[in-house]
């Protein structure tokens, strides 16, 4: 391996530590595409039974990556498992196009929201939870785009690993297309943080985007009660969103309503 490290984090909550593998292969030449190189990197957490790996592969043609795989599996020691793959690929119109699967087997369960408001990023949000173990993790992906353009200059993928009762770990991935080297990808070392602090950062982006939605539906409404003869419009815009549409409610959670049915 061209660089490898291993190291064990201690957890508040007591128990065996959770050790994590951080490796990366030299340039290798790939078997099924002529004249193309991959770099591998991994990062690997395991407690007790329970194993998450994370895989990042870029491909690249005459020194430009233009391809990046990202794979995150996660294994409950009790026969089921949870993966995602995210492929991200350099465009010249587009600048990155991404798309993202997700299989699961066992007692595993997914759950997943996307949010698409102009000015804002797009965000796709995913959490993964085993019944049986009680572990799970949460993930989302965001899209950052031209100002009123479909071009997206950079990708932003951040992932939190239940690994305690109020412990995760969290690993952030940044992906943008330099010109000159194609696509460009950061990876920041894993750092331990409460629960607590994931949720709230999790929620808050959910709260932005939501906020956001309810900000333009109500304007829009507005405009629209506006032109309505006097006889026909509300009196109140905001009864006439909240009936038709439901109010948008914050989702709570993912990691918190998860502690409540399993207590950890």
């Not at 030299?26 to 595409?33: C, F, I, S, T, V």
């Not at 006097?230 to 439901?246: I, V």
């Amino acid at each position: 391996m061209e660089g490898q490290n291993s190291y064990l984090m201690r957890l508040n909550c007591g128990g065996p530590p959770l050790q994590v593998y951080d490796f990366k292969t030299p340039k290798y030449l790939d078997r099924e595409e002529p004249g193309v190189f991959c770099v591998r990197r991994c990062i690997k957490f395991s407690v007790g039974k329970r194993v998450c790996a994370f895989n990042i592969t870029e491909k690249s043609k005459e020194d430009r990556v233009y391809s990046v795989n990202i794979d995150v599996t996660e294994q409950s020691g009790k026969g089921s498992y949870a993966k995602t793959s995210m492929w991200f690929g350099m465009n010249n119109r587009y600048d990155i196009l991404c798309s993202v699967r997700s299989m699961l087997s066992g007692s595993y369960e997914l759950f997943r929201q996307n949010y698409s408001v102009p000015t804002l990023p797009d965000i796709e949000s995913t959490g993964f939870f085993c019944s049986m173990s009680g572990y799970g993790s949460y993930f989302t992906l965001e899209k950052k785009k031209l100002e009123k353009s479909e071009v997206v200059e950079r990708v932003k993928s951040t992932h939190d690993f239940l690994v305690g009762g109020d412990e995760t770990v969290n690993v952030k991935v940044k992906i943008t297309n330099d010109k000159k080297v194609g696509l460009r990808v950061e990876v920041e070392r894993p750092v331990k943080l409460t629960l607590d602090y994931s949720c709230r950062v999790f929620e808050k982006m959910e709260e932005k985007m939501e906020d956001e939605i309810q900000k333009n539906m109500l304007s829009f409404l507005r405009n629209a009660t506006a032109e309505l003869p006097p006889d026909e419009s509300p009196t109140d815009p905001f009864s006439l969103y909240y009936s038709q549409s439901g109010r948008v409610r914050h989702k709570e959670s993912l990691f918190h309503g998860h502690e409540r049915n399993n207590q950890f």
